[in-house]
C-alpha cells in the first residue's frame, strides 16, 4: 500500500494511504498537545514529522534499540512503549494497531491512544531542559538514562497518559519488588509519572514544569527535596509511596 503524507500547522504524518483518516486525528491531538504545552515551557517543539507504524517490525526497522527498551521495562509498561522520538521524527505504531495492543482492563486504550502525544511531549521536556541540551553524546545518553523517571514521567504526565495508569500501576505494583524512589530505568515509564503527578497536585503545573526542565547537579534526591519545598526527602518519599498505593486502589 502506497505512503502518502498528511499535514495540520506545526506537523507532518508520514503514513499508509488507509490510515489518512486515523492520521488526521493524530495530528489534531498533536496541535492540541502543543497549544497545552506552550502555555507551561518556553520552547514548544513544532514541525516534526510523525510516521505511524503498521507493525512492530516496521517500527523496530526505525531504531533496533527497541527491544532493548522493552526488556529493559517492568512487565507491565511494556506494551506502552510504542514508538520513540528522534530530533526532527516521532516514530509511532498507528492508531488501530495501538488499539489492538491494548490490554482489556480499563486506561490502556486511552494510554496507547497518547502514545504520539507522549512522544512529542518528551522532545518538548529534552527541548526545555537547560541541562540536558548543554551535554554532548554520549555523556547525554548516560544522562537520559540516569534521570529517565524525570523525561520519561514528564512526558507521560504533561501528555495526559499517567491519569490512565492506575491498573497498569496497580499491576506493577503486584509484581516484584516496590519501586525505588525515584524510581529506576525499569520504573521510568509508568511510575516517573507519579512523582510529577504528586508535585503537581501539591505545588501546581507550573512548578511540575521547571521541575522536568533542570537537572540537578547532586542527583534526583537532591531534585526532589528542592522541588518539595526543601521537605525531607524521606517524608516526601513517605507521600509518594501513599499516593502510590492510593492510585493502585482506586483503579
Known amino acids: 500500500m502506497a505512503w502518502v503524507e498528511s499535514a495540520s500547522p506545526f506537523f507532518r504524518a508520514r503514513h499508509e494511504s488507509a490510515d489518512a483518516d486515523d492520521a488526521e486525528r493524530v495530528l489534531h491531538s498533536l496541535e ?10 518556553t520552547r514548544p517543539v513544532g514541525e516534526l514529522t510523525v510516521v505511524l507504524h503498521r507493525s512492530t517490525t516496521s517500527l523496530v526497522l526505525t531504531n ?26 516521532l516514530h509511532v505504531l498507528a492508531p488501530a494497531v495501538l488499539q489492538a495492543r491494548a490490554s482489556r482492563v480499563p486506561g490502556s486504550r486511552e494510554m496507547l491512544a497518547l502514545s504520539a502525544a507522549a512522544l512529542y511531549t518528551r522532545r518538548v521536556v529534552e527541548e526545555n531542559n537547560h541541562d540536558l541540551q548543554h551535554t554532548l553524546a554520549p555523556a547525554r545518553i548516560g544522562r537520559e538514562l540516569r534521570w529517565a523517571w524525570l523525561l520519561e514521567g514528564g512526558a507521560r504526565w504533561f501528555a495526559g497518559q499517567t491519569e490512565h495508569s492506575r491498573p497498569a500501576i496497580a499491576r506493577r505494583l503486584r509484581e516484584g519488588k516496590p519501586p525505588s524512589f525515584p524510581p529506576g530505568l525499569r520504573d521510568a515509564p509508568l511510575i516517573g509519572g507519579t512523582v510529577i503527578d504528586l508535585l503537581a497536585r501539591e505545588e501546581g503545573e507550573i512548578a511540575a514544569a521547571q521541575f522536568v526542565s533542570r537537572l540537578h547537579p547532586q542527583g534526583g534526591r537532591a ?10 526527602f524521606a517524608h516526601t518519599e513517605d507521600a509518594w509511596r501513599s499516593h502510590l498505593a492510593r492510585m493502585a486502589r482506586t483503579s
Open 32 to 41: 492540541t498537545t502543543r497549544e497545552r504545552l506552550s502555555d507551561l515551557f
Open 64 to 89: 533496533p534499540l527497541l527491544p532493548l527498551a522493552w526488556l529493559a521495562t517492568a512487565p507491565a509498561a511494556r506494551r506502552y512503549i510504542a514508538g520513540w522520538a528522534g530530533a526532527h521524527e
Open 223 to 232: 531534585a526532589i527535596s528542592k522541588a518539595f519545598r526543601g521537605r525531607s
